[in-house]
């Protein structure tokens, strides 16, 4: 499992429907970035919030459009500009898309701010592909995976809402990819696969904001409601490649 293979490939996003908002600094990778020159003197390109792959209102009830409204809106968007206002600072940081910067700063214990917002920026942009309002099943080579390291969907939903659920304060409940398995397993705050030798293949953010307007301390009511009726197994089987 080589770290490449984490990219935030384009082509997933693609699918994820909303290619022309993802076209942007921090999600083309796996091309050279767009729009800028790594070796050009002039300025960044400052990141940008990626388009929202479906409206705001599709999840309801289990996410209102109002918990959207200000976990896309406000919270995301603050982690878009509070990075681009760090890498102002950190010039080292001026030519690197999204997944370097948050690769790269993840080892610098002074750059824990610029980590922060920027795992954060990825995280979100991951979560919002990981749901799709249009019911879809996992198939394919990647309900194989399933079967095999789970022994079915509901089982794997399951794990993943159990984690989801048992997760300690803020953080991530993840599908990864795991040594040449699938498994489940939860990050804290901004911490992401991305700087790990897991490959992820859809996320629940569990952080409060995620959920609390709509189910205030019901976690489980939220994870539930998204595990049976949005997982975007799609993008799932496009992660797994
Ligand atoms: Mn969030």
Known sequence: MQTEDFSFSRRALLVAGSAAAIATRGF???????????????PAEAFTLPALPWKEDALAPVISANTISFHYGKHHKAYVDNLNKLVEEKKKYAAMNLEAVVKASYRESADAAVFNNAAQVWNHTFYWNSLNPTAVTPTGALLERIQTDFGGLDACKTRLVDAA??????????????GGKLAVVTTSNAETPLTTARKPLLVIDVWEHAYYLDHQNKRADYVQGVA?????????????G
């Open 28 to 42: 083309a990778s796996a091309q050279p970035v767009l729009g800028r020159s790594t070796t050009s003197a002039e």
């Open 165 to 178: 659920k048992s997760h300690f304060g803020s953080g991530w409940a993840w599908l990864v990819v795991e």
């Open 228 to 240: 049976e009726k949005f997982l975007n197994w799609e993008f799932a089987a496009k992660n797994l």
